[in-house]
């Protein structure tokens, strides 16, 4: 039984690889400078923007935001999962893969994995063996033929029959008792119950097990390496339900698969998006009709899950539901899953069909091509989507009906990740409802602040303490890596980029705690202990939020770990980004002799997807960014220290702000304390 491929290997294979001939030797790049560029292969452009650096070991697309070292670029462009990729590149390289030795819980637990994929794969041959073979086959076929299926395709969506009858599976592949057990763990047999309704006992010659399917035609459901995990299955008669599904198995999570993306994926070397819908005969009747991407979920409304798994594959998704109430109640929650996950370069539409159509009645109508004319022409932008759906019923001519709707648009507005998109909308909502975008984000900050007040008052302990590193009170737009990080010099006319700070504004005077941020001297006699002045920046330069530039130091000079010895302060932050500088801190303190290929490589198959997709824009981008070149010489841990000394000064001016709330909204009598820091703060505006 195969282990876990050790961390130490996989290190040191990223260490010793050279991602520019494995990318070369699949899509061919040109040098640009000292790295290589091309067009990208995961999304359709003309001018390149996909760009692989010798130096740092990775590449990144500037269009499309896809990146990753050499076994990430394995895994998304030859579509292997993470072992076999990291098996692929040590091949190439003459090198053997070594195995941990697994524990004999994980033993277990990958031996009844196994046995239940070569269940469920047996299940399904013996259903497709029924349907062209079965005696009582002649109702199913005609049933799929009048559906306007061809063989070709019920072939390759391995549609197949569970005929009439109690225990044909069962006496298929069910023989003995432990057969029975498994074939009720994967969900493809039930446990008979006594007239109390509990599960019946086992007695010595006597089947307490039946089929869980009978009658129906069967799709099977393949997980992301076509293996059959479980079924779906349609009646065929007048029992109930109409369709049934597969249970929640070992193996099985319906809330995590995508019905049809196996197949999708393996007809399209590229997908240019994929089309959710609702059944499996949509899936199965666009793919009759040549549209090869549509998926469906498993009987459960589409979740993040689902959208997440969708995004790895295209960027651009369209729902197309009935127009009915049942599928516009399916978009409203569709909608409200995918706006945490639209980054920017996504697209997501939808296309409400007449009254009373399905994909599938409507594509044997119009047929294909004027199927895909109809989601070109009719889908509806997300943007157009949400706002029209929060707009019926209300006059937004009237101050009212403007009032009710950024009520009800800005907390799923705020729901978007922080980006050039999330920016969009909300000037959106600020043209539609006459309120500033300034004003709305207050709106949504005063509202968390008012729900975590509540949610505190409701904790029988307090809460822990923020530390030192204070969070916004909302996202902070992300920050892209600029395409001029990559030339030497930069155009004269180049812009600040998203992200950058400027360094004529406060953030950049790194001064003492206590200091007032917009005075440019860091020498305040009377406010507390001196500190060096800190040399101001160039005009023309601009540098990443303190939270963002500490992460890039790491990833720049993985050495600057050492200078920080606990990481719990930074780990319990409310903010993301500080969280993600903790993790990459605990990663060096307990790897310190990591470099910075084998930093980035460990980082990416641990991070999240946002951290996955930051990083690289983190490492790949000079933390500076100005009109001299990107070669500048800069004392990093000098940086270092300074994005520390403004976080703390930050999170004690947050302190002080929070007490003196808390001052003028009490009724208590102020004591001298806090009568001093009232005029502290009266002196001193923030």
């Not at 991602?19 to 001018?47: M, Q």
């Not at 779906?232 to 193996?251: A, F």
């Not at 812009?495 to 001297?521: F, I, K, M, Q, R």
Request: some cysteine; hydrophobic content about 35%; aromatic content about 8%.
């Amino acid at each position: 039984m195969a282990g876990k491929i050790p961390q130490y290997f996989i290190d040191d294979l990223l260490a010793r690889a050279d991602i520019v001939p494995v990318v070369d030797s699949r899509v061919k790049l040109r040098k640009t400078g000292k790295n290589y560029s091309a067009c990208c292969p995961f999304h359709d452009e003309k001018t390149p923007s996909f760009t692989v650096s010798p130096d740092k070991q990775f590449y990144y697309c500037f269009g499309c935001g896809a990146s990753g070292n050499a076994v990430g670029f394995l895994m998304e462009y030859d579509r292997l999962p993470f072992p076999e990729a990291v098996e692929k590149l040590a091949a190439s390289m003459g090198i053997d893969v070594p195995r941990e030795q697994l524990a004999p819980g994980q033993i277990k637990r990958q031996q009844e994995s196994q046995s239940l994929y070569q269940l469920t794969e047996k299940a399904a041959d013996f259903y497709r063996t029924q349907l062209k073979d079965h005696k009582v086959s002649t109702p199913a076929i005609t049933y799929l033929k009048n559906r306007g299926l061809s063989g070709a395709v019920c072939k390759e969506f391995g549609i197949g029959l569970a005929p009439p009858g109690w225990d044909n599976l069962l006496n298929q592949l069910g023989t003995s008792s432990e057969k029975t057990e498994q074939l009720e763990l994967a969900g493809l047999a039930i446990r008979r119950q006594d007239s109390d309704g509990n599960p019946g006992k086992m007695e010595p010659g006597k089947r307490h097990h039946y089929d869980r399917f009978r009658n129906r035609i069967m799709f099977p459901i393949r997980d992301q390496r076509g293996r059959t995990i479980a079924f779906g299955g349609r009646v065929l008669g007048d029992d109930k339900p109409k369709y049934l599904n597969s249970p929640e198995t070992p193996i099985f999570h319906k809330g995590r698969e995508l019905y049809g993306l196996w197949e999708a994926r393996q007809a399209n070397r590229e997908l240019k998006r994929l089309i959710v819908v609702e059944g499996y005969m949509d899936v199965v009747a666009l793919a009759q009709y040549d549209i090869r991407c549509a998926v469906a979920t498993l009987g459960t409304a589409c979740g993040e899950d689902h959208i997440q798994l969708a995004f790895r594959h295209t960027q651009e998704l369209v729902f197309c539901f009935d127009g009915d109430q049942a599928g516009r109640t399916a978009a409203r929650r569709a909608l409200e899953a995918a706006l945490p996950q639209m980054q920017d370069g996504r697209s997501v539409r939808f296309l409400l069909l007449p009254e009373g159509e399905d994909p599938d009645t409507l594509v044997r109508q119009i047929g294909g091509e004027r199927f895909d004319q109809l989601i070109d022409e009719q889908g509806r932008p997300l943007e157009d989507f949400l706002f029209d759906l929060l707009s019926e019923g209300i006059n937004i001519q009237t101050m009212d009906g403007r009032a009710r709707l950024s009520k009800a648009a800005a907390p799923l507005l705020d729901l978007l990740p922080a980006g050039v998109y999330r920016q969009l909308m909300f000037q959106q909502l600020a043209r539609r409802t006459g309120l500033e975008q300034d004003m709305l984000e207050e709106i949504i900050a005063a509202e968390k602040a008012r729900a975590a007040k509540l949610a505190q008052q409701a904790q029988p302990t307090p809460p822990k303490p923020v530390p030192t590193a204070a969070g916004e009170d909302h996202a902070r737009p992300a920050a892209p890596a600029p395409a001029e990080a990559f030339n030497e010099v930069p155009p004269a006319d180049y812009e600040v980029p998203p992200g950058y700070d400027d360094d004529e504004s406060e953030a950049h005077y790194y001064t003492h705690p206590s200091s007032h941020p917009s005075s440019h001297s860091s020498s305040h006699p009377s406010e507390g202990p001196q500190t060096r002045e800190t040399p101001r920046r160039r005009s023309g330069q601009y540098r990443l939020p303190a939270e963002r530039m500490l992460i890039a130091l790491l990833l720049h000079h993985p050495q600057l770990a050492q200078l920080i010895d606990d990481s719990a302060r930074f780990r319990d932050s409310d903010d993301s980004d500080l969280q993600l500088f903790a993790e990459i801190l605990q990663v060096m303190h307990q790897n310190p002799a990591l470099n910075s290929n084998q930093l980035f490589g460990r980082l990416m198959t641990l991070q999240s997807k946002e951290a996955r997709e930051l990083l690289p824009q983190l490492a790949m981008s000079h933390p500076i960014v100005g009109s001299v070149s990107q070669s500048m010489e800069y004392d990093p841990q000098t940086e270092f220290q300074d994005c520390l000394q403004r976080l703390a000064h930050s999170a004690e001016k947050q302190r002080k702000r929070d007490l003196l709330d808390q001052l003028k909204n009490s009724g208590n009598q102020l004591g001298e304390e806090q009568l001093a820091l009232l005029a502290q703060f009266r002196r001193k505006p923030h």
